[in-house]
């Protein structure tokens, strides 16, 4: 099982056979993700070869982490396979 934490709060948490590794970034399946934790974020980037990543705040006990979470909503054909799966940075404990 790996998980997602930041702020004591467990953010994302999946079994190991249903994450993806990419450029040693592991992304969660969207069902694995607590949404309470997560707000829409307005920040966007772009990789030349997934597309353009949309980005997630993370919000607990009043805390907020802006942009530290990122998903494909719409990878290019090369990224197909983390299409709406999601990663984390920002001081985000991988476990």
């Not at 948490?13 to 970034?25: F, H, L, Q, R, S």
């Not at 772009?46 to 990878?75: H, I, M, R, S």
């Amino acid at each position: 099982m790996k998980r997602a934490i930041w702020n004591n709060a467990v953010i994302a948490e999946a079994p190991t056979e249903k994450i993806k590794i990419v450029e040693g970034n592991v992304y969660f399946p969207p069902d694995a993700i607590d949404k309470q934790f997560v707000r829409s974020s307005t920040h966007t980037t772009t990789c030349g070869w997934k597309g353009v990543a949309n980005y997630y705040d993370l919000v607990v006990d009043g805390q907020e982490n802006k942009a530290a979470a990122w998903y494909y909503p719409t990878p290019m054909e090369a990224a197909k396979d983390i299409a709406g799966f999601v990663a984390f940075w920002k001081g985000v404990k991988i476990d």
